[in-house]
């Protein structure tokens, strides 16, 4: 068990590096460079190639991509993300007070599709082809369909403009926060909901639910005793892929609401061509991809004894 | 009359219905438009809904009915571009990959894999960063994002058929390995990357929307859905109808989509390819449910 643990840590461990040497090479690949980019801001058009050569050299930027590659992956084990193009501030300064937003965004979100998908799931398969099974199918077809910032369009529409109930952007308590967290958590709420409802009806058709029901359980004991806990790995492996999936909900998201996080300097980065900014965020987004994912595993690796052994053998 | 019943049953037509009608009202869009939809006239701004104007004129006196018609257009050039382009490089390296085997097939997948760690949409961000803003980088980007999936799948379905016995014969009566892949392996990896990619379409409307949106896509006069819809969310409070409008239109063509994806998954179309082919195996299928039925009736009268 512990020796599969380190080596899908190490496994991890190389794929952040492999995935972010590629991002490394394909932005310093970018036309225009930085040094250029650099001398423009300092001095304006004017700014002659002996100056740009000289920031250049500053930077490093002559050297063979592999050396400024490994030079920036240990400057950023250290926290020294480098400058950013846009703000002229330290980007882990940037990232410290982003941050904190970003993951509030996604827990919300996280814990709200995790709810409403467990529920929406469980009434679907109790109803078992009635009406409610139908409305929550159409709900979480169209939910899967929408676009995100339709999403918080209709959600501002409706409570902030009608309604007059919540605010429309900004960070002020609680209520602030409603908006946001329901517009990202739509859509892996129906898709969750979805795998929810599929793989219950699947495993009652299985010899333990019959079981079950020879003991002289009722339905929805069987439903929740029996199957209920054997869907737990298709639906942790789904809830992993859609939680990074939410990443570019947040992006939206911040950009509608007008919050402050990484997805929304993402989205500034690239509008500025701010390269250093962009590089950042992608090894951020890198990290926290495979992190998830080898969460997941490790999660579901605990929770079924089948996969537990199966590795460790 | 009931095989005749049965072949409409098996291809999701009402489902189909909505692609073929966004499909035709892009095609046919320049005859559909009332007005040019990048036509802007200040003495008829935000207007409501009237014979003139059916959804009405925007901010800048736009008719918005041309501009919705305009922008699936836009949408459907921009996402077949795409496919075909992300099909054709996917199916060329994950065949490859599959075929040759080796160290190459290795290399290939370990980028395949990498590529595949990152959300598409994450990829085209960055690509975009790096291109700069506008259409034809968006189309690069999104191409760029989305051939990785293509290709693993080819992979994985060259893999399996190379293991196929016909696959040896061939090769021992002396075809070449060109012949052997075009001819034998290549019409199973299009028949399942084709379902796939239709599938698939309504996720790239959804993308190219959401680049639009965030304004790192189609530029302003020409009419885009997400670009549109940014647009009215100025004017969301006294003209909500600007954001419903595109954003109605937008969803209706992704639900449509998704609707063929969840047929063609339940209904596992396995290789929906010409006609005759399909006509082939549905005869046989039933040819052998009557030798089925034909046997039970021996068995049930002996």
């Keep these: 068990m512990k020796s599969v643990l380190i080596k899908r840590f190490l496994l991890a461990c190389f794929l952040i590096v492999a995935a972010s040497a590629l991002t490394f090479a394909l932005v310093a690949a970018a036309p225009g460079n930085v040094a250029a980019l650099i001398a423009e801001r300092a001095a304006g058009p004017g700014a002659d190639a002996e100056m740009i050569r000289k920031i250049g050299d500053e930077l490093g930027l002559y050297d063979p991509l592999p050396l400024r590659y490994a030079r920036w992956l240990a400057s950023a084990a250290t926290g020294d993300l480098g400058v950013s193009l846009r703000t002229g501030k330290p980007v882990a300064e940037e990232f410290a007070a982003r941050i904190p937003m970003t993951a509030a965004l996604l827990g919300g979100g996280g814990l709200i599709a995790f709810l409403l998908s467990l529920t929406l799931g469980i009434a679907g398969a109790a109803s078992n082809g009635r009406l409610a099974d139908r409305v929550i199918h159409g709900f979480s077809l169209v939910g899967a369909s929408t676009p995100n910032f339709f999403v918080a369009a209709l959600l501002v529409i409706v409570f902030s403009v009608t309604l007059g109930w919540l605010p429309t952007f900004g960070t002020s308590g609680f209520q602030s926060w409603l908006l946001p967290w329901a517009t990202i958590a739509l859509f892996p709420a129906s898709v969750l909901s979805r795998v929810v409802r599929v793989n219950l009806q699947e495993a009652m058709s299985r010899p333990f639910a019959t079981t079950g029901f020879a003991k002289g359980y009722t339905r929805s004991s069987v439903l929740l005793r029996e199957a209920l806990p054997n869907i737990a790995i298709p639906y942790l492996t789904t809830f992993g892929a859609q939680f990074t999936l939410m990443i570019i909900g947040s992006i939206v998201v911040e950009t509608v609401f007008a919050l402050r996080g990484v997805g929304a300097f993402f989205i500034d980065a690239i509008r500025f061509r701010d390269f250093v900014g962009m590089q950042s965020t992608l090894l951020l987004f890198i990290i926290f991809f495979v992190m998830t994912n080898l969460l997941v595993d490790i999660i579901c690796m605990l929770v079924d004894p089948r996969i537990r052994r199966a590795r460790s053998a | ?302």
């Design chain 2, 1 to 302: 009359m009931t095989s005749k019943l049965k072949q409409i049953k098996d291809w999701p037509w009402l489902v189909l219905s909505p692609v073929v009608i966004f499909v035709l009202i892009g095609i046919f869009a320049p005859w559909i438009m009332q007005y040019n939809p990048a036509a802007q006239n200040y003495d008829a701004t935000l207007q409501g809904p009237s014979w003139q104007h059916w959804f009405g004129t925007d901010y800048l006196g736009r008719d918005i009915f041309s501009r919705i018609v305009g922008g699936a257009r836009i949408s459907l050039v921009a996402m077949a571009i795409v496919l075909v382009a992300a099909l054709a490089i996917g199916v060329t390296i994950g065949s490859f990959a599959g075929y040759v085997g080796g160290r190459v097939e290795l290399v290939l997948i370990s980028v395949i894999d990498i590529a595949l760690a990152l959300p598409s949409l994450v990829i085209a961000l960055a690509l975009i960063g790096i291109l700069g803003t506008g259409y034809w980088s968006m189309i690069t980007a999104l191409t760029l994002a989305w051939w990785a999936n293509y290709a693993r799948m080819s992979r994985a379905v060259v893999t399996a058929e190379l293991q196929q016995p016909y696959i040896e014969a061939a090769r021992v009566m002396g075809a070449s390995h060109i012949w052997i892949f075009v001819r034998h392996i290549l019409p199973h990896v299009l028949g399942l990357v084709v379902v796939y990619a239709s599938a698939d379409a309504g996720a790239l409307v959804l993308a190219i929307a959401t680049l639009s949106f965030l304004g790192l896509g189609v530029a302003p006069p020409t009419p885009e859905w997400g670009q549109m819809l940014v647009d009215g969310m100025s004017y969301i409070e006294e003209y909500p109808r600007l954001v419903i409008l595109p954003g109605m239109a937008l969803t209706l063509v992704v639900v449509s989509f998704n609707l063929l994806g969840e047929a063609f998954a339940l209904q596992k179309v396995p290789r929906p390819v010409r006609g005759g082919l399909l006509r082939k195996r549905r005869r046989a299928r039933a040819e052998e449910e009557q030798a089925r039925q034909a046997a039970e009736r021996k068995a049930a009268s002996a």
